[in-house]
Every structure is written in structure tokens, then in C-alpha cells.
């Protein structure tokens, strides 16, 4: 069954440095997401992606976030100076576009960031 | 975006059903209800979809009442691996942008 792969599984970083999360959505699915969640808390959105530009952003999704689709199979977030606070799992999510589009998501397993 | 409103948690036992009802008074003429199960340090995953009336599949049904204000999960003979979080979702299908709630606990007792 094809599913959304992230790398790294686990990153450990200081505080202001930056990091880049990778993502390979389901290669037939042209919508791609990156939702976030604290430990303990609920899945939040971030940012949607299609056609190579951003559709929707959420308030969380500032400056310092950027997401990309360098090639035809990677779509990253890239955070340019982390803080305390952007320590979470974030998801990566694609989706499907056809005439019977369902709106179903297919997450990947996630990539914890740990930011000291 | 409708909002929903579903319990925080819920108890059972293994073997028995499990109905997770998921209030979304002001849901839209072309909203869709999406249900997702989510296991810890894992991603959210799609159980069930519909619009209107039942849809049953291999996992679940889910219950749309005429009205549309509310709609319940309904899980079959629950196991302890069915311990999750159990969000509801209203949106437009193929939508931008899901937002997710709070989610229902449900543990699942031996």
C-alpha cells in the first residue's frame, strides 16, 4: 500500500538553529499538508500546498516557516530559527485529486522535533 | 469551518460497541463528515466518510441523522488495539484546509 514517508523520524536541535523536515507524499496526490501537534495536545494545521504554491496557511505557519517542493517527489518545511515552542511531531499529509475527491489525508508517521 | 463538539473520553470493554456521537450544529450544505483514528506517536488515519444516511465499510459505520447536526462512529466489537483517539471532522471534501479537534479518548479495557 503507498504511504507518505518523513525524514528524519527523530531531530535534536538548539535553539535558533534551523531545521529542515522532508516529506514524499503518495506520488499520484498533488495536494500536499504539514499539520503539527505538542506532546499531549491536538493536531493543528500549518500549511497547504498545491499546483507549487502555498493554498492555506494557518496563524502558527509565520515568517520563520517555509515549505517547498524542490523536485518531483520531496515537499519540506523548513524552520529558520527554532524555538522552545516549535518542539512537536509534525505530520506530513497528501491527498488525492480526482473527480470523487473524498478529502481523505494520508499521513506520514511524523518527524519529532526536539528543540534545547 | 463547523465546529464539533465530541466527548474527551470514553470507556469500554473488548467484544462490546463502541458509539462516538459528534455534534456539528452548523455544518454546511456541502460539508462532508470525516472520522480519523489516531494511535500514539502516530499520524492521524482516515476511518469513514459520508454525507448523508449510513456508510458502512470494513472498520465502521457512521450514522448521519436527517438534519446533519450531529453524526456517530460506530465501531463493531472493539478490541484493546482499538485504544486511540478518535477525531470528527466537517469540511468541504478535497478542501484545503481540515481542521481537527480535540478528539475522544477511547480506551478499550480488558
Known amino acids: 500500500e503507498p504511504e507518505v514517508t518523513q525524514t528524519p523520524s527523530h531531530q535534536v536541535t538548539q535553539m535558533g538553529q534551523e531545521v529542515i523536515l522532508r516529506c514524499v507524499p503518495i506520488s499520484n496526490h498533488l495536494y500536499f499538508y504539514w499539520y503539527r501537534q505538542i506532546l499531549g495536545q491536538k493536531v493543528e494545521f500549518l500549511v497547504s500546498f498545491y499546483n507549487n504554491e502555498i493554498s492555506e496557511k494557518s496563524e502558527i505557519f509565520d515568517d520563520q516557516f517555509s515549505v517547498e517542493r524542490p523536485d518531483g517527489s520531496n515537499f519540506t518545511l523548513k524552520i529558520r530559527s527554532t524555538k522552545l515552542e516549535d518542539s512537536a511531531m509534525y505530520f506530513c499529509a497528501s491527498s488525492e485529486v480526482t473527480v470523487r475527491n473524498t478529502g481523505e489525508l494520508f499521513f506520514g508517521e511524523g518527524s519529532r522535533l526536539t528543540v534545547l | 469551518l463547523a465546529k464539533t463538539t465530541q466527548p474527551i473520553s470514553m470507556d469500554s470493554y473488548e467484544g462490546q460497541e463502541v458509539n462516538i456521537t459528534c455534534s456539528h450544529n452548523n455544518i454546511a450544505t456541502n460539508d462532508y463528515i470525516t472520522w480519523y483514528q489516531q494511535f500514539p506517536s502516530q499520524g492521524p488515519r482516515f476511518i469513514i466518510q459520508g454525507y448523508k444516511t449510513k456508510v458502512t465499510n470494513e472498520v465502521a459505520s457512521l450514522f448521519i441523522p436527517a438534519d446533519r447536526k450531529s453524526s456517530t462512529l460506530s465501531l463493531p466489537r472493539v478490541s484493546l488495539s482499538d485504544t486511540a483517539v478518535y477525531y470528527c471532522?466537517?469540511?468541504?471534501?478535497?478542501?484545503?484546509?481540515?481542521?481537527f479537534g480535540a478528539g475522544t479518548r477511547l480506551f478499550v479495557k480488558a
Open positions: 471532522l466537517v469540511g468541504a471534501a478535497g478542501g484545503f484546509k481540515t481542521i
